[in-house]
Each structure stands twice: as C-alpha cells, then as structure tokens.
C-alpha cells in the first residue's frame, strides 16, 4: 500500500518509533546493539515522514474465500520477498533512492491502514530521491570463504 499523506506518514512514524524504543531499550540483545553502533542507528526515525512515499508490504498469512473459510498461502514469505526485491530493483531503476525498515512488530500498520487481520506487515519501504548530504554506511559484503 502506497502512502503519500502526510497525516498518516506521521502516525506510521509514530507507530515505527514507539516500537523501535522498546526494541533499542528493552528486547534487543547487546550483540545486536553493538552491530548496529557502526551504522548509527536509533529509535528516531524521521525519514518516515520527509520521504514522499512510504510502501508498506503486506502478505496474506491466509486467504478468506467468497464462503468465508481460511484458504491456505503457499510460501508467502518467499514470495513476497521476491516480489519486493522486484519492486527495489525497478525503483532503483527508475532513479529513485529506497530504504527498507521493519520494526518489530509492525501490527500498528494494519490499523493505521485499515488492513485485515490475515494480512501481515512484511516491511516498510521508504521510497524519494536521496536528500542532500545523505551517507551511506560503506558496508564490505563478506568474503565467499
């Protein structure tokens, strides 16, 4: 789900930052903080409202069909991140810069944008042009041995 409104890009942030404080000051473990430290990251989180658009992607844990009954999903995780990688790589095509950010967890998503119980938040993906001065963390990928 595309999102370009203001109003609602700043309740997303809300919604991201509540769950990213916690995380930050209570669930995450100290190897994790510390593999973060380098990057700079923290509980703040206002790209989510300067970006022009937010993409949230959902997937279906299960499909409801025209009788009601649940109708089973076969790999929807597998199949939504291929699906975003997609996306990723056309944006990035397109000349449009992408973050992806997933807090955990993301169940404010499905009220903020009134999405039924069986689809679940996958990530937000915060899409524009790279803002003046923007850095890249310089992150090395590690060697195939």
Do not use: Q
């Given at each position: 789900m595309?999102?370009?409104d203001?109003a609602?890009k700043?309740r997303?942030?809300?919604?991201?930052?509540?769950e990213?404080?916690?995380?930050?000051?209570?669930?995450?473990p100290q190897?994790?903080?510390?593999?973060?430290?380098?990057?700079?990251?923290d509980a703040?989180?206002?790209f989510?409202?300067?970006?022009?658009w937010?993409i949230?992607v959902?997937y279906e844990?299960?499909?409801?069909?025209?009788?009601?009954?649940?109708?089973?999903?076969?790999?929807p995780?597998?199949?939504?991140?291929?699906a975003t990688?997609?996306?990723?790589?056309?944006?990035?095509?397109?000349?449009l810069?992408t973050?992806t950010?997933?807090p955990?967890?993301?169940?404010?998503?499905?009220e903020?944008?009134?999405?039924?119980?069986?689809?679940?938040?996958?990530?937000?993906?915060v899409?524009?042009?790279?803002?003046?001065?923007?850095?890249?963390?310089?992150?090395?990928?590690?060697?195939?041995?």
């Open positions: 595309a999102v370009a203001a609602t700043r997303i942030r809300e919604g991201a930052e509540a990213e404080r916690e995380f930050y000051a209570r669930r995450a190897d994790w903080l510390d593999a973060l430290a380098p990057l700079g990251t703040d989180k206002p989510l409202e300067t970006a022009p937010l949230a959902f844990r299960f499909g409801i069909g025209p009788d009601g009954v649940k109708e089973k999903r076969y790999y995780h597998e199949s939504v991140g291929i990688g997609l996306l990723i790589a056309a944006l990035h095509g397109a000349g810069a973050l950010h997933t955990s967890p993301m169940g404010f998503l499905n903020i944008l009134g999405r039924p119980k069986n689809e679940m938040p996958y990530l937000l993906l899409v524009g042009h790279a803002a003046e001065g923007c850095r890249v963390p310089a992150i090395e990928r590690l060697p195939l041995a």
